[in-house]
Nanobody, 124 residues
Framework: VQLVESGGGLVQNGGSLRLSCATS????????LSWFRQSPGTERQFVAV????????NYVDSVKGRFTISRDNAKNMLYLQMNNLKPEDTAVYYC??????????????????WGQGAQVTVTS
């Protein structure tokens, strides 16, 4: 199983980035997928979720209206479009996967698989 994030980088306040998560080794279409993020000295925080059958999506309040999660089952890819980025969005972003529905969408321990992370830095 592999999950590999890409698309991170350095961007100015108000800018945009699109994160990608390339996956392999599991039945992608049967997995709920999420993005988490972690800043130095803080716990890994839930950012966004999109269920396996796309019947539910949700975001942490601080990114609602700015971030959009999407998936391409044909390519086994997960995306996070991030617009109007703010310095407080600076973090390492991780994609995570769980078969069907996790017991808790926002809990790190509920997920089966994780990527290695991609750094996003937003300058003021």
């Amino acid at each position: 199983v592999q999950l590999v994030e890409s698309g991170g980088g350095l961007v100015q306040n108000g800018g945009s980035l699109r994160l990608s998560c390339a996956t392999s080794g599991f039945t992608f279409s049967s997995y709920t997928l999420s993005w988490f993020r972690q800043s130095p000295g803080t716990e890994r925080q839930f950012v966004a979720v999109l269920t396996w059958n796309e019947d539910y999506t949700n975001y942490v309040d601080s990114v609602k209206g700015r971030f959009t999660i999407s998936r391409d089952n044909a390519k086994n890819m997960l995306y996070l479009q991030m617009n109007n980025l703010k310095p407080e969005d600076t973090a390492v972003y991780y994609c995570a996967a769980h078969y069907l529905y996790p017991s808790s969408i926002t809990t790190r321990g509920a997920y089966d698989y994780w990527g290695q992370g991609a750094q996003v830095t937003v300058t003021s």
